[in-house]
């Protein structure tokens, strides 16, 4: 069965950090390439982050570019968000999804003093 | 970069209704649209994949067309477990979902 479970989510200060998990298993993550999805409270969502299988393409959306990184590891079925410089309309639920509609649980990232 | 834009932003129908939910893209992305139904707390779940594709598992009530620019989602028959937002999503470069259309119950 296929499963993502994020992790790492909390309440941080503006300008702060915070490195998020997803760990993957269930299906050969190497093979795949990944998103990261935001959805801020009550609103829509919001594709915040893409890494190629290999790590070889990466993109980002305007609004965390220069902030966010995004990376993987292949050996460890795992994907990462490392977010820095926070601010407070970063506060959201970020799901990892990747393929015809596996998301995982999310995790909540809250940004306030 | 593509955008979404998604009518109507609500809707209120009853049991047994039929609904319609319109998307429309920026640009052609020939049919590389996915429909999604998220109910609070939960993260999307797929509906339909390609435009019309209707995924494993889902309920043959609910069906999706279109291709370029414009399309559109439908639920044949309103129930109540379909209280939820849609959103649709285009990954023809990238991801962007459009901004979500909120089903009530009438």
């Given amino acids: 069965e296929v499963q993502l479970v994020e992790s790492g989510g909390g309440l941080v200060q503006p300008g702060g950090s915070l ?11 190497s093979s795949y390439s990944i998103n990261w999805v935001r959805q801020a409270p009550g609103k829509g969502l919001e594709w915040v982050s893409y890494i190629s299988s290999s790590s070889s393409t990466i993109d980002y959306a305007d609004s965390v ?14 994907l ?3 977010m820095n410089s926070l601010r407070a309309e970063d506060t ?7 393929g ?6 999310g995790t909540l990232v809250t940004v306030s003093s | 970069d593509i955008q979404m834009t998604q009518s109507p932003s609500s ?5 047994g209704d039929r609904v319609t ?14 429909w999604y139904q998220q109910k609070p707390g939960k993260p999307p779940k797929l509906l339909i994949y390609d435009a019309s594709n209707l995924e494993t598992g889902v309920p043959s009530r609910f069906s999706g067309s279109g291709s370029g620019t ?10 109540p477990e379909d209280i939820a937002t849609y959103y649709c999503q285009q990954y023809d470069n990238l991801f962007t979902f459009g901004p979500g259309t909120k089903v009530d119950i009438k």
């Fill in chain 1, 92 to 98: 959201a639920v970020y799901y990892c999804t990747f």
């Fill in chain 1, 19 to 29: 490195r998020l998990s997803c760990a993957a298993s269930g299906f050969t993550f």
């Fill in chain 1, 100 to 105: 015809r509609g596996h998301w995982g649980q």
């Fill in chain 2, 11 to 15: 809707l209120s129908a009853s049991v």
């Fill in chain 1, 80 to 82: 990462y968000l490392q």
């Fill in chain 2, 70 to 79: 414009d399309f559109t989602f439908t639920i044949s028959s309103l129930q």
């Fill in chain 2, 21 to 34: 939910i319109s998307c429309q893209a920026s640009q052609d992305i020939s049919n590389y649209l996915n």
């Fill in chain 1, 65 to 78: 570019k220069g902030r966010f990184t995004i990376s993987r590891d292949n050996g460890k079925n795992s």
